[in-house]
């Protein structure tokens, strides 16, 4: 079992940053993949990005792309996400993930063993 704890979400302007965190514990070591997601009110869960343990390959959802950033400190067992000029249309929750196994279609939620319970990301324009 992971457990996924996230932290880091509130309140921004629109142009603004934050940086959230997702604290992983328990059995670590088995998470091929790490994943962001969001879901805004009345819309389905969406892909963020993903980082691969080995080989640390990034990949992001075209939305995010130039903007957001995904990383994680193995170290620590925590995963980021840097945000960088952001928009009301980034308002969402956002969910940290974590898979077993790698996938190609790594933008599909079911893909994912383990979730968080969400910090909540609001731009205000």
Do not use: H
Not at 87 to 114: F, I, K, L, M, W
Request: net charge positive; proline share 2%; hydrophobic share 30%.
């Amino acid at each position: 079992q992971v457990q996924l704890v996230e932290s880091g979400g509130g309140l921004v302007q629109v142009g603004g940053s934050l940086r959230l965190s997702c604290a992983a514990s328990g059995r670590t070591f088995s998470s091929s993949a790490m994943a962001w997601f969001r879901q805004a009110p009345g819309k389905e869960r969406e892909f963020v990005a993903v980082i691969r343990r080995v080989g640390r390959s990034t990949y992001y959802s075209g939305s995010v792309k130039g903007r957001f950033t995904i990383s994680s400190d193995n170290a620590k067992n925590t995963l980021y996400l840097q945000m960088n000029s952001l928009n009301p249309e980034d308002t969402a929750v956002y969910y940290c993930a974590a898979g077993r196994d790698y996938y190609s279609d790594y933008d599909s939620a079911g893909r994912y063993d383990y979730w968080g319970q969400g910090t909540q990301v609001t731009v205000s324009s």
